[in-house]
């Protein structure tokens, strides 16, 4: 271990707690690109062929096939969230298929807003996700009690910045056959 006069301090600590268990650090000599270059193309293979690695959307987490009536006749889910405080923005909202299967979506928000504001821009990132699937009948919870009654029109919107919040959800909704609003308590969410 004293052999050497380069070892860090973070090295010293490592080889001193790896000594104990019998394990000897050994530094690794340079191995030169081209050797390794040369290694590579000395073992390729005459039907090679490349694999295609173009994916347009890596933050897909499932794929599925669905008929294309089934979406008329099944009833989904969407479960929606935001938050809003002095660190960050961010807001998730989950579609939940009638047989049980989840698809989530979380963004951040670059820009400031309120806790209300952060609700509804998880409502409609849901909506609009569920709106691309082709999705006509879905209810709609949140724990939002303000948002939840004044898109359901039982509590009066008086905030400038939620009544264009409240005018673009009223306007997507009119993509569904059937929609509905459910209050949910924060615990069950």
């Known amino acids: 271990m004293m052999k050497s006069s380069t070892l860090n301090g973070r090295m010293d600590r490592w080889q001193i707690l790896l000594f104990e268990f019998d394990i000897v650090y050994v530094n690794q000599k340079i191995v030169k690109w081209s050797a390794i270059v040369d290694f590579l193309a000395s073992g390729a293979l005459e039907d090679y062929e490349h694999l295609n690695v173009d994916f347009p959307n890596e933050d897909l987490l499932h794929v599925v096939t669905i008929k294309k009536d089934a979406q008329d006749r099944y009833i989904w889910k969407l479960n929606f969230d935001g938050a809003s405080n002095v660190v960050s923005n961010g807001i998730k909202a989950v579609l939940v298929s009638s047989n049980g299967d989840h698809y989530p979506f979380t963004s951040k928000l670059d820009f400031d807003c309120t806790n209300n504001m952060a ?49 673009l959800v009223l306007g997507l909704i009119e993509e569904f056959d059937d929609f509905t609003f459910y209050y949910l308590p924060r615990d069950e969410n």
């Open 119 to 167: 609700e509804y821009e998880a409502c409609i990132m849901g909506i609009y996700a569920a709106i691309e699937r082709k999705i006509k009948v879905l209810e709609v919870y949140g724990d939002s009690a303000l948002v939840i009654y004044q898109l359901k029109g039982e509590w009066e919107t008086r905030d400038p910045k939620l009544i264009e919040y409240k005018r």
